[in-house]
């Protein structure tokens, strides 16, 4: 059992060396490097604590925030190999999942609306183009009740069980996006 144990706080201390070296500069490749050393034995669970445990010895929110597109990318093949909690038809996990699917759906389309107005000639009509735009705005703005539940649903059972980190940096990426679309809304 305490060999488990040290192999834990061993792993832990290897996540967070790799997080701090991100921020401290290093590539996303070099690091994933190292990463994957510890691929077999990581899971989501402990990449919260790690982050946790940052935000507990002084490492800001904000940058954790900052490159979480970076730790992601580093995590993103050891999360997608397993089989998380959570994943049976109706389970709140499940539902976020099938939602974050859509939304990306929405966005996929968005960013294909946008390349299309950048390829218009100058003086080519593009209000349809503007109006399936507004029309996927819409869709996209149902955003707001997939944060709110989160917000006040997962995100209290997390704080509940020690878990404080992620959600900070989740809801603050939330007020990121929402100021985004309200951005997005008014150009339109």
């Known amino acids: 059992m305490t060999e488990l144990l040290n192999n834990r706080e061993y792993r832990q201390k290897q996540l967070k060396q790799i997080i701090k070296d991100l921020h401290a500069g290093h ?4 690091v994933k490097k190292r990463f994957k050393e ?11 604590q ?20 970076v730790h992601t990318a580093v995590f993103r093949d050891a999360l997608d190999a397993q089989t998380p909690p959570g994943t049976e038809e109706g389970h709140p996990v499940q539902t976020f999942k099938e939602e974050n699917k859509a939304l990306a759906a929405v966005i996929a389309e968005i960013e294909e609306i946008t390349k299309q107005i950048s ?4 003086g080519d009509d593009i209000s349809a183009f503007l109006a399936r735009w507004r029309q996927l705005q ?3 703005l ?9 917000e006040n649903i ?12 992620p959600p900070s940096v989740m809801w603050g990426l939330h007020d990121e ?8 809304n008014t150009l339109l």
């Open 27 to 30: 590539s996303v490749e070099d």
């Open 154 to 165: 997962l995100f209290p059972y997390l704080e509940k069980h020690g878990i404080t980190g």
């Open 50 to 69: 790690m982050e946790q445990k940052l935000i507990e010895e002084g490492m800001p929110v904000e940058e954790i925030q900052r490159l979480c597109d």
């Open 119 to 122: 390829a218009a000639a100058t």
């Open 138 to 140: 819409e869709d996209l």
């Open 142 to 150: 149902t955003i707001e009740k997939h944060f709110s539940r989160k």
């Open 38 to 48: 510890l691929l077999e034995h990581v899971g989501a669970t402990e990449i919260s």
């Open 177 to 184: 996006i929402r100021a985004k679309l309200k951005e997005i």
